[in-house]
């Protein structure tokens, strides 16, 4: 017999179809939500819509689970502003971090630019790593880095192609002679070499993405500092532990600037930083501050 049970951001339609069951099983249910955007609207009818009916799920979710966990005070406060909570269901929110793995000793940077195919690259690179999609300004990003025609450096994205039109997006990368492009999913085995490799790791996200992000808390991991948007919960991150800078996604020069100057920086000005922005935000503390909040319903 189990004691909770606990879904780990499945989609919101696959807990609409099992919610009879978890109803009969009586069970304390716990839920776990990466995003707390609910208010974002989109010239995609089909991803409007999308957002739309998840609204109205997540509120009918909220009114059949014991709690629902978030990985952010920012990302708790857009659920609540945007679902428009009532005290009952506030109450059932709790805050725990996004885990991820301990520090890592790195291997040679010239091997992981050889595994990767990468030997030739004599320039700093700049990472754009994980899926490849509109909200995470992708399109933004390609026509900043045309616009300002900075041959400084090498922006890698590596990652697959998701829910974006790509023929648009070739067009821009065809336009761009300092971007290389790997394509599709990465094995386990090769992420920590794209980080070993990157002085930076740069998250162009629009400023309506309110959500946990895993190229963010790997950057801890692998103690890459990061360039990133004024996304809230991804910003508010970075300055906490000061491990980056931000730049404004909408203004040329804002992003020109601090690319510059971060490739003025050198990386490991900021391992110390990582060091201590480590200490709970591993899987382990996650975990622990899981049981915690189970020990609540038990």
Not at 16 to 36: A, E, R, S, W
Not at 61 to 68: A, C, F, G, P, T
Not at 87 to 105: C, F, M, S
Not at 240 to 258: Q, V
Request: glycine fraction near 4%; charge should be positive.
């Amino acid at each position: 017999d189990i004691d909770v049970i606990h879904f780990l951001e499945i989609e919101y339609f696959a807990f609409f179809i099992i919610l009879p069951i978890i109803k009969f099983k009586k069970k304390p249910v716990v839920v776990l939500i990466h995003t707390g955007n609910f208010n974002f609207s989109s010239n995609n009818p089909i991803l409007g819509l999308y957002k739309f009916i998840s609204k109205y799920l997540v509120k009918t979710i909220l009114n059949n689970v014991s709690i629902i966990i978030v990985h952010s005070d920012v990302i708790k406060k857009s659920l609540i502003d945007s679902l428009n909570l009532k005290i009952k269901n506030i109450h059932k929110i709790h805050i725990t971090n996004y885990g991820t793995e301990p520090i890592v000793v790195m291997p040679n940077r010239q091997e992981s630019l050889k595994i990767l195919g990468l030997q030739r690259i004599k320039k700093k690179i700049v990472l754009f790593f994980g899926n490849v999609r509109m909200d995470k300004g992708i399109f933004e990003l390609l026509k900043l880095n045309h616009f300002n025609r900075m041959d400084n450096y090498i922006l890698l994205i590596a990652g697959k192609l998701t829910g974006i039109d790509k023929d648009k997006f070739y067009k821009l990368i065809e336009e761009n002679s300092n971007i290389i492009f790997h394509e599709g999913f990465i094995d386990e085995n090769k992420i920590k070499h794209y980080y070993n490799v990157a002085e930076y790791l740069i998250l162009p996200y629009h400023n309506y993405f309110i959500s946990a992000s895993g190229p963010l808390t790997l950057s801890l991991t692998y103690r890459t500092p990061v360039i990133c948007s004024q996304a809230k919960h991804i910003k508010n991150f970075v300055e906490k532990y000061n491990i980056g800078l931000s730049f404004d996604l909408y203004n040329e020069n804002s992003f020109r600037d601090t690319i510059e100057y971060a490739l003025k920086t050198e990386k490991e000005n900021y391992y110390n930083n990582f060091d201590e922005a480590i200490i709970g935000n591993t899987w382990q503390d996650m975990v622990n501050s899981l049981i915690q909040i189970y020990n609540t319903l038990l």
